[in-house]
């Protein structure tokens, strides 16, 4: 029919938009090696702001001690503790709570939502048994891993460049996040230091290191996504600080900024970028990672039911809100092997309230899903070779073979199996015969751990 006509020519069009072709993933690595460049030549000279980190110094294995973390960057947030036994007794007891984050703190005042986080960090603390030593007279030290841009001014402390990921509260801007976060534990009485602060790229890539020295950078694919590396000094002209010793320093590149002529953006990631709570901004983010990638599902099927009556006469309403489809339910339809596609049925009809969907409606909802997968999974594996080339190890050098390993964190990555899949096979493609030594590990919440590790290796006991 004319309906289902018009329905395939919208859907093929936005497919053809969203084309990733060899040739374009190249020209956007190119792109992330330039602006790297950039971002690292001077202050402001990027949209990839290449934040330095402070971090000079990865785990070796030595950190010993009683440490907490604090990962706060999505709609959970984490509470840490580990007890670190060195070289021979390495990550001894941990525990680990989640809390989630109520929605109306994320667009309140900066005060209401420090309170909140320091009241869940004292009763995890108020928790602590017998398995866990704080040497006598010590203050607890904690590593907090805050994963929005922060202009860092030292290793534990840093102003607020702007929030990301659906969190907005404005008097928190420009502030210093660890005076935010020490006034609130004072306010309540709880005795500790924030030794550390840094995102959560550069926990996941220190808590990597800890675990295997090949590892030179982390990526997160969660709500949001970005990358760090480790940099050599010299190679950072704004840096105007004394070289540090190991002649290293850790790049948060706040890599969800990036953008470039090459991104294949349709009219639906436009008007997605437009009504967002950051127009203009995060755009390589907004096509990537799991905040938007059900969104984006959404805003195609809500045009084909506009234009081309997919879901029958009138539009579903549940259809026009916006997050409505969030990714984990687009991954569940997306995984869907059942014969008649049950599980994309059951979605569309809890969710959006569409019932009695055809197996051909069906099939066209898990393409569709595919498509946007596809884009951000092969646009990621185009992020990491920029890296790679940045650091020249996107060729073999003289016949020798050195491990890249990059550690991978993130709900995205974790859990959406045909995302992690395909941007996995992009990388090998991309790199050839390169790719043997080139390693993707998941490191599973190294975040945390990461930031306890540099709350340890960034003591005041030291
Ligand atoms: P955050 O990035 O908020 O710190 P996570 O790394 O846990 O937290 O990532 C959570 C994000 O991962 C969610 O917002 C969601 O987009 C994505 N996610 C979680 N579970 C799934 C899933 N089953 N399939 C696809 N995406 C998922
Ligand atoms: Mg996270």
Same mark, same amino acid.
């Given at each position: 029919?004319?309906?289902?006509?018009?329905?395939?020519?919208?859907?093929?069009?936005?497919?053809?938009?969203?084309?990733?072709?060899?040739?374009?993933?190249?020209?956007?690595?190119?792109?992330?090696?330039?602006?790297?460049h950039a971002g690292l030549a001077s202050?402001?000279?990027?949209?990839?702001?290449?934040?330095?980190?402070?971090?000079?110094?990865?785990?070796?294995?030595?950190?010993?001690?009683l440490f907490y973390a604090l990962d706060l960057g999505g709609t959970n947030f984490r509470v840490l503790r580990v007890q670190l036994g060195g070289k021979d007794n390495r990550v001894g007891k941990q525990e680990c709570e989640e809390v989630s984050?109520?929605?109306?703190?994320? $667009?309140? +005042?900066?005060?209401?939502? /420090?309170n909140f986080i320091a009241e869940a960090l004292a009763k995890f603390v108020a928790t602590e048994g017998e398995d866990f030593h704080l040497s006598p007279g010590r203050q607890r030290e904690l590593g907090f891993t805050f994963s929005f841009p922060v202009r860092q001014?030292?290793?534990?402390?840093?102003?607020?460049?702007?929030?990301?990921k659906g969190f907005s509260i404005e008097d928190a801007v420009g502030q210093d996040v660890v005076g935010e976060l020490t006034k609130a534990m004072e306010r309540i009485g709880l005795d500790m230091r924030v030794a550390a602060l840094v995102n959560d790229t550069i926990g996941t890539l220190a808590g990597g290191r800890y675990y295997n020295q090949d590892v030179i950078a982390a990526v997160i694919l969660g709500t949001g996504t970005n990358a760090a590396y480790?940099?050599?000094?010299?190679?950072?002209?704004?840096?105007?600080?004394?070289?540090?010793?190991?002649?290293?320093?850790? $790049?948060? +590149?706040?890599?969800?900024? /990036?953008?470039s002529s090459h991104l294949p953006l349709t009219e639906y990631d436009q008007t997605l970028d437009v009504e967002s709570l950051n127009p203009g901004e995060q755009i390589f983010e907004k096509i990537i990672s799991g905040m938007y990638l059900g969104e984006i599902v959404r805003r195609v099927l809500y045009r084909m039911a506009e234009e081309a009556a997919f879901f029958g006469d009138s539009?579903?309403?549940?259809?026009?809100?916006?997050?409505?489809?969030?990714t984990p339910d687009m991954s569940a339809m997306h995984h869907d092997t059942s014969s008649d596609l049950r599980v994309v049925?059951?979605?569309?009809?809890?969710?959006?309230?569409?019932?009695?969907?055809?197996?051909?409606?069906?099939?066209?909802v898990v393409e569709l899903c595919d498509i946007v997968a596809t884009r951000g999974a092969r646009l990621s594996a185009a992020g990491i070779l920029g890296i790679l080339k940045k650091l020249g190890r996107d060729t073999v050098r003289g016949g020798e073979k050195q491990k890249s390993v990059v550690a991978l964190d993130g709900g995205l990555f974790e859990h959406y199996s045909k995302f992690r899949g395909c941007m996995e096979s992009t990388l090998k493609e991309l790199l050839g015969e390169v790719s043997d030594s080139i390693v993707i590990e998941h490191s599973n919440d190294g975040s945390g751990i990461g930031a306890a590790l540099l709350a340890a290796s960034h003591s005041q006991y030291l």
């Amino acid at each position: 029919s004319g309906r289902w006509a018009k329905a395939m020519a919208i859907l093929r069009e936005f497919e053809e938009k969203c084309g990733t072709p060899i040739g374009k993933l190249r020209q956007v690595a190119d792109a992330m090696t330039v602006e790297m460049h950039a971002g690292l030549a001077s202050e402001g000279g990027s949209k990839l702001k290449m934040i330095i980190s402070y971090v000079d110094n990865l785990p070796t294995g030595d950190e010993k001690g009683l440490f907490y973390a604090l990962d706060l960057g999505g709609t959970n947030f984490r509470v840490l503790r580990v007890q670190l036994g060195g070289k021979d007794n390495r990550v001894g007891k941990q525990e680990c709570e989640e809390v989630s984050i109520p929605p109306h703190l994320m $667009i309140g +005042m900066s005060d209401a939502l /420090f309170n909140f986080i320091a009241e869940a960090l004292a009763k995890f603390v108020a928790t602590e048994g017998e398995d866990f030593h704080l040497s006598p007279g010590r203050q607890r030290e904690l590593g907090f891993t805050f994963s929005f841009p922060v202009r860092q001014s030292s290793i534990a402390s840093g102003s607020l460049i702007k929030w990301t990921k659906g969190f907005s509260i404005e008097d928190a801007v420009g502030q210093d996040v660890v005076g935010e976060l020490t006034k609130a534990m004072e306010r309540i009485g709880l005795d500790m230091r924030v030794a550390a602060l840094v995102n959560d790229t550069i926990g996941t890539l220190a808590g990597g290191r800890y675990y295997n020295q090949d590892v030179i950078a982390a990526v997160i694919l969660g709500t949001g996504t970005n990358a760090a590396y480790v940099e050599r000094a010299h190679a950072i002209p704004k840096w105007h600080g004394l070289l540090p010793k190991s002649g290293d320093m850790v $790049i948060n +590149m706040e890599w969800g900024n /990036f953008r470039s002529s090459h991104l294949p953006l349709t009219e639906y990631d436009q008007t997605l970028d437009v009504e967002s709570l950051n127009p203009g901004e995060q755009i390589f983010e907004k096509i990537i990672s799991g905040m938007y990638l059900g969104e984006i599902v959404r805003r195609v099927l809500y045009r084909m039911a506009e234009e081309a009556a997919f879901f029958g006469d009138s539009v579903p309403p549940k259809l026009k809100i916006p997050f409505i489809l969030r990714t984990p339910d687009m991954s569940a339809m997306h995984h869907d092997t059942s014969s008649d596609l049950r599980v994309v049925g059951s979605k569309l009809k809890d969710i959006l309230e569409i019932s009695n969907t055809s197996l051909k409606t069906r099939k066209v909802v898990v393409e569709l899903c595919d498509i946007v997968a596809t884009r951000g999974a092969r646009l990621s594996a185009a992020g990491i070779l920029g890296i790679l080339k940045k650091l020249g190890r996107d060729t073999v050098r003289g016949g020798e073979k050195q491990k890249s390993v990059v550690a991978l964190d993130g709900g995205l990555f974790e859990h959406y199996s045909k995302f992690r899949g395909c941007m996995e096979s992009t990388l090998k493609e991309l790199l050839g015969e390169v790719s043997d030594s080139i390693v993707i590990e998941h490191s599973n919440d190294g975040s945390g751990i990461g930031a306890a590790l540099l709350a340890a290796s960034h003591s005041q006991y030291l």
